[in-house]
């Protein structure tokens, strides 16, 4: 499944960002930006990654990267924001009262800030997931790679700079590589700068042009076969959306608990006080 995923993770990228790289930005603010109360229900419990020394997460690549527990799920979306199906999965997760994470493109969120400033008003944890989303920073020269990753933070924190502070404090420290192509170099530059990077236990083929049934299909039956972590989703496909509800109610019968990754208290400020910073960073790159 890794390589599979790894292989689709790329075209989805590469299609997404051919599709909508002329979108036109827009400047309205979302209709409904206050934060959902669940009556009844308890918040999303977090689970807390450490990114001290640039950790890693998520066990598909990293031995030693599982962060929870038994039965506990932690829903991730790639490649947003996306005008046409954001809002469609926020609102499915407020009906829900889940709190996910979202690994933004910074083209994306340079061009639609009104819905990064929505997901973090909602209560969402931001990472960053490049700029434009390259396929295989591997294959950059290390200074353009370095550059990728620089501008995809600095579009989400500046697409944030209007909102209130708690809001602007939903951007973590949290980098996921597109199509999950790690290098060493790159990893311990993040590393020097307190940046923690997120994979996955599973995904669910929803860069497939597949029904949304079968995306919850594979979906259950990858998380079955691991019985625990963290599932990569894409916000930007209409057939995710469409079959994330039933995703959800499925996975509560079967005794599966979510919950929402968050930084250590002090992550955000580890990250701005390191050298030549990648949160925080008043000369980021532009």
Known sequence: MHIKLLSGLLLAGAIGLALHVHAEPAHTEPAHAARAACPGEAPTPTVTLTTRGGARYGTMQYAGGGALGPKEIALTF???????????????????????????????????????????????????????????????????????????????????????????????????????????????????????????????????????????????????????????????????????????VALKKRGYRFVQLVPESDGRTLAANAPDPLLGNPHAVQ
Request: hydrophobic letters at 45%; one cysteine or more; a neutral charge.
């Open 78 to 248: 790639d490649d947003g924001p996306d005008p046409k199906t954001t809002e469609r999965v926020l609102d499915i997760l407020d009906r829900h009262c889940i709190k996910a994470t979202f690994f933004m493109v910074g083209w994306y969120a340079k061009a639609r800030p009104d819905l990064v400033r929505e997901v973090a008003a909602r209560g969402h944890t931001i990472g960053t997931h490049s700029w434009l989303h390259p396929n295989n920073l591997r294959h950059l020269p290390l200074k353009d790679a370095k550059r990728e990753i620089a501008r995809g933070f600095a579009a989400v924190e500046e697409a944030l700079a209007a909102a209130p502070p708690e809001d602007q404090a939903r951007l973590a420290p949290f980098f996921r590589f597109p199509g999950l192509n790690d290098s060493a170099p790159l990893m311990k530059w993040l590393a020097a700068r307190n940046i923690a990077t997120v994979s996955c236990e599973f995904g669910a083929d929803d860069w497939l042009r597949i029904s949304a049934a079968e995306v919850k299909r594979r979906a259950l039956a990858n998380i079955d076969q691991v019985g625990r972590g963290i599932l990569i989703l894409h916000d930007t496909k209409p057939h995710t959306a469409d079959m994330l509800p039933d995703l959800i």
